[in-house]
């Protein structure tokens, strides 16, 4: 049974930090992209940050600097680290794995964690 369980979100003043942490289990890992997304009040989802499986990285414009996007093979577990958090980065963040086929994709998705900046 595939899981991804996003833990770490939490309330925090305008300023602050926070580490997310998304634990993965009943597939192979290391062989999956890995990403964080956001969904704010009232806004559409949106790509923050993304590890590949090779870790190269990529982040969202808004959060370049700011945050950090790791991840853990061993562990199975995939971290993203934010710091000089704003208001709005207020959102629900959801834990993504890809696998890139050929002819298609698989894609898991968690369940998300709340971050919540006050200012």
């Known amino acids: 049974q595939v899981q991804l369980v996003e833990s770490g979100g939490d309330l925090v003043q305008s300023g602050g930090s926070l580490r997310l942490s998304c634990a993965a289990s009943?597939?192979?890992?290391?062989?999956?992209?890995m990403s964080w997304h956001r969904q704010g009040p009232g806004k559409e989802r949106e790509l923050v940050a993304r590890?590949?499986?090779?870790?190269?990285?990529m982040y969202a414009d808004a959060v370049k600097g700011r945050f950090t996007i790791s991840r853990d093979n061993a562990k199975n577990t995939v971290y993203l680290e934010m710091n000089s958090l704003k208001p709005e980065d207020t959102a629900v963040y959801y834990c993504h794995a890809r696998r890139v086929l050929p002819l298609r994709n698989i894609d898991y998705w968690g369940q998300g964690t709340q971050v919540t900046v006050s200012s």
């Open positions: 009943g597939f192979t890992f290391s062989s999956y992209d």
């Open positions: 590890i590949t499986n090779s870790r190269s990285t």
